[in-house]
């Protein structure tokens, strides 16, 4: 395999292609398509810059099945990277099947019409994407996707089984804007807003939004206020290991955008129903979007680091007592820009997209069927991880914490 096709090019896209193009012997051809073929070449003009490296623009209007097959052949791709919205999952997994190539993504399908993060329609192409011989990867972002590898990890390595599972997203950094976003504005207030939900011994636990709160001293970060969330890898970590009691994905937040949040939603601006404008209907949320900050273009003003990983508790592969591992990446905002121009947020949902595409394209992932990254073998992933510029660490703590 030498062809890739990376479909969205916002900051994601960028980090992606970029790290793609530091590898020529993986990534041959690179093809970066979008609705917005301006920024397609944008990036384009960034990456050659950078990497003295061309990579393929394209346009992709309708982002439809017609439409995307015809640039799969037209370009001889032979994985398709889906960093575009959500909602374009299931016609990208459709396009890929009809023209029988193998898919990844970052983030789970999800309705344009509804609040609702689930794995169940990207589950049901398991026996189309195995009959295809075709393979589908999802969630390979860093959470879901590192933070879920990190999790077999410690299973493979460290521990039996996984008995507590806590999942940690700190963004430490600082763009000086009242208030953005640190990704996609529309993904990211409807999963801030959304119910919260953890898995806790065979069940879900819903609770208001951003209604339990714990401060944690992050590494190299400090004290963070977290707040429990629902994510997607929740709903695959209990499936794929039943073991698990409780899984639990926290999140940090300033106050600022806890208060410009909280009053956004009252006044009816995170809604996702269509709404009469001057004769006009439209979409609150994506409304808002529009007039927020791009966090795309906010990498040379942000300052400060990420720190995400697991807190995970399960049985000694010793078989003696139980034992606590926190296995996490730090993240520099300034260092992922002078690299790749673009801020740590993007940067480590990029670079794992790219790790993950390495994998199916040198045949280390390439099993047909539709998989999450927590069931396929974690450690050529890994090693890549110290190597391409998110490196781990993993410590032993004196039991799980009390949050």
């Known amino acids: 395999m030498e062809k890739v096709l990376v479909v969205g090019a916002g900051g994601v ?7 793609m193009a530091m590898h020529p012997e993986i990534f041959k051809e690179i093809t970066l398509a979008s609705r917005t073929v301006s920024k397609c070449e944008e990036i384009a003009a960034n990456v050659k810059e950078r990497t003295g490296v061309t990579i393929r623009t394209a ?3 309708a982002m439809n099945v017609a439409d995307t097959v015809a640039l799969i052949k037209e370009t001889g791709a032979e994985l398709l990277v889906n960093l575009a919205l959500p909602y374009q999952d299931l016609v990208l997994m459709d396009a890929c099947l009809e023209a029988g190539i193998h898919y990844l993504d970052t983030a789970n399908y999800e309705p344009e019409d509804e609040a609702k993060f689930e794995y169940k329609w990207q589950w049901a192409y398991q ?13 390979a972002g860093f959470d879901p996707g590192v933070t879920s590898i990190m999790a077999t990890w410690v299973r493979k390595h460290k521990l039996e089984g996984i008995r507590l599972i806590d999942v940690l997203d700190c963004n430490g950094g600082d763009n000086g804007k009242p208030f953005a976003t640190n990704f996609n504005p529309e ?4 999963e801030v807003t959304a119910p919260a939900r953890h898995w806790e011994n065979g069940a879900w636990v819903e609770s208001p939004a951003m209604t339990h709160k714990y401060e944690f001293d992050f590494p190299a970060v ?3 206020n977290m707040y429990l969330m ?3 890898e929740l709903e695959s970590l209990s499936t794929h290991f039943p073991e698990i009691e409780r899984a639990r994905f926290w999140m940090t937040f300033g106050d600022a955008y806890i208060n410009h949040v909280t009053v956004l939603q009252n006044v009816g601006m995170t809604g996702i129903e269509p709404v009469m404008h001057n004769g006009q209907e439209i979409i609150p949320l994506q409304f808002l979007k529009t007039v927020l900050p791009d966090p795309s273009e906010l990498g040379e003003l942000t300052k400060g680091k990420t720190c995400i990983g697991d807190i995970i508790t399960g049985p000694a592969k010793d078989g003696g007592a139980e034992k606590t591992y926190y296995i996490y990446n730090i993240c520099d905002h300034e260092e992922c820009y002078a690299e790749v121009g673009s801020q740590a947020v993007a940067y480590t949902t990029g670079v794992p997209a790219m790790i993950g595409a390495a994998m199916v394209m040198n045949g280390t992932w390439r099993e047909p069927g539709v998989w999450n990254t927590e069931q396929l073998d974690p450690d050529a992933f890994m090693d890549m991880l110290n190597t391409d510029g998110l490196p781990w660490q993993v410590v032993e703590l004196e039991g799980h914490p009390e949050f």
């Open 13 to 19: 896209g960028s980090v992606s292609v970029t790290k």
């Open 230 to 232: 629902y994510h997607e």
């Open 127 to 139: 026996e189309r994407f195995k009959e295809a011989g075709l393979t589908a990867i999802l969630g």
């Open 222 to 224: 400090g004290k963070k």
């Open 59 to 61: 346009q992709l209007d």
């Open 187 to 190: 993904i990211n207030i409807r």
